[in-house]
């Protein structure tokens, strides 16, 4: 079972090189998903409570309340989309250009000849 330690994957992802086409890991891709289903559901509850407490007039009470509605069905959509895989080539790393070598130099003399 993976425990979760704030501030460990930012410090591994700075030391890694990326040198391959795939995709992100499984464990990113559901760190991802929870990320954007927690902002989401943020963003509900906040329209909600707004909806209910402020003094608005009916029309924008009930916007916001089917804003809310809306985005909690949008949230859980979000969560369980498969990401999309990477298609084609890319190059990940760029490669290094390295000079050219000039003509093969001559022999060096030899003594007596």
């Known amino acids: 079972m993976h425990m979760y330690r704030p501030g460990r994957q930012q410090a591994q992802e700075a030391d890694v090189q990326v040198v391959t086409s795939a995709g992100p890991g499984r464990s990113e891709q ?10 989401i559901q943020v963003t509900r509850v906040a329209a909600f409570v707004i909806a209910i407490v402020a003094p608005l007039p009916l029309l924008v009470r ?43 130099p001559a022999p060096p003399a030899t003594p007596g000849g």
Do not use: E, M, W
């Open 30 to 39: 559901v760190a991802g998903r929870r990320r954007a289903y927690v902002a």
């Open 62 to 104: 009930g916007i916001l309340i089917a804003v809310a509605g809306a985005l909690s069905l949008f949230s859980v959509t979000a969560a369980n989309a498969p990401y999309p895989r990477a298609g084609g080539f890319r190059t990940p790393v760029p490669v290094a250009t390295r000079p050219a070598l000039s003509d093969r």
